[in-house]
């Protein structure tokens, strides 16, 4: 597979107060939420762009005083227009666009989860197919990663990054295609104060919040065929005892934790 026939999508809005989550303003207040956002906004691209072997899509919704991504990065990426978009229209024109340039399969990541690494899109372009779709469940039930293909794209319709069952409205529509999902591990997203404290603890070192290494074990498959959220589990131990009673929350299976090594992200 050439480089054109792998996509990273990003999507991305202009890193104003209005342009900034209702839900993160409310969190962290108006100029933190703005601070924030970019931030990750930053790093969601560098995750990306340091990634070989791939092109990468960006859909923008630019402003009259931001109408470029020279804040994002000095190369000045390029990035298909989507202002007056919602966040779902955004996201599946950027895959579309992908697509129509020539994209095999895509995986988007979401910007509000700065541990996505180079393992995770690795372990999502192996996966996805006609019939499969790759999914990173963030915690509360929403989604931190994407991979489809040209012809599952649509899967996406009524996405949001706030929804706290988004992940169950992902696998509801997979199941409807009879596709099949491959589960990645349970990564965090910065929603609360808790969340942003440790990614800030911990971001010069360029670790997780709970898991410091990644131990692939045998791949796990998961159709939703016949189930539209995989069973749930015992999540492993942490070292700490706040994480411990939030891992005995339910949580989805991952091929990431069949080796059973490491702590939890």
Not at 63 to 78: E, F, H, M, N
Not at 95 to 119: D, Q, R, S
Not at 133 to 152: I, M, T, W
Not at 159 to 173: G, H, P, T
């Amino acid at each position: 597979m050439n480089e054109r026939e792998k996509a990273v999508v990003l999507v991305i809005h202009a890193p104003e107060m209005e342009a900034v989550f209702p839900e993160m303003k409310e969190i962290f207040g108006n100029e933190r939420a703005v601070h924030i956002n970019r931030d990750l906004y930053v790093r969601a691209y560098s995750t990306a762009n340091s990634y070989p072997g791939t092109i990468k899509v960006i859909g923008y919704s630019k402003t009259t005083k931001t109408q470029d991504l020279t804040w994002l990065s000095s190369d000045d990426p390029g990035f298909l227009e989507c202002r007056g978009r919602d966040y779902s229209e955004m996201l599946l024109m950027t895959f579309a666009l992908a697509f129509n340039t020539g994209a095999e399969k895509a995986v988007f990541i979401n910007h509000l989860c700065p541990y996505v690494k180079k393992e995770h899109i690795d372990f999502a372009f192996s996966k996805i197919g006609e019939k499969s779709v790759v999914v990173g469940p963030a915690q509360d039930g929403r989604v931190y990663l994407l991979g489809l293909d040209k012809e599952n794209y649509r899967a996406l319709e009524s996405f949001s990054l706030w929804k706290d069952n988004m992940l169950e409205e992902v696998m509801e529509k997979a199941k409807k295609q009879k596709l099949s999902a491959f589960m990645l591990e349970e990564l965090a997203v910065i929603k609360d104060e808790d969340m942003l404290r440790k990614w800030m603890e911990n971001r010069d070192n360029d670790v997780s919040v709970f898991r410091d290494r990644f131990d692939f074990g045998p791949e796990q498959r998961r159709s939703v065929a016949d189930k539209a959220v995989p069973e749930k589990e015992k999540a492993p131990e942490h070292d700490n005892p706040k994480e411990n009673e939030k891992g005995k929350r339910n949580r989805h299976k991952s091929p990431f934790d069949e080796a059973g090594g490491g702590n939890r992200q």
